[in-house]
């Protein structure tokens, strides 16, 4: 079983920055694909960002393409979103997932992931 601690939220004015850190543990991280999602006040869970197992990989949505880096350093177990330009869209709890498959069996939709951390809550204000 994975464990998921996701940091580096908070409240920050519209056009800032943020980097959200999500470290894991309990089960080989470096096997596997990790994503990003968030939850909007009132919304489903969406996707945000993938990131293959060997950091080569990437994959963002359309609303935050351009705005966003996913990157992983498999030494930490750590998987980390680089956020800028911020919109008051963006807020949301952001949550790191693993894939549920090793290596390259996965696929950049919330179908390919579970075992979701408790989130880091990021308010955008305008």
């Known amino acids: 079983q994975v464990q998921l601690v996701e940091s580096g939220g908070g409240l920050v004015q519209a056009g800032g920055s943020l980097r959200l850190s999500c470290v894991a543990s309990g089960r080989t991280f470096s096997g596997y694909a990790m994503g990003w999602f968030r939850q909007p006040p009132g919304k489903d869970r969406e996707f945000v960002a993938a990131?293959?197992?060997?950091?080569?990989?990437?994959y963002y949505a359309d609303s935050v393409k351009g705005r966003c880096t996913i990157s992983r350093d498999n030494a930490k177990n750590t998987v980390y979103l680089q956020m800028t330009s911020l919109k008051p869209e963006d807020t949301a709890v952001y949550h790191c997932a693993p894939a549920m498959l090793s290596g390259n069996r996965w696929a950049p939709n919330e179908g390919h992931f579970n075992s979701w951390g408790q989130g880091t809550q990021v308010t955008v204000s305008s």
């Open positions: 990131i293959g197992w060997s950091g080569v990989s990437t």
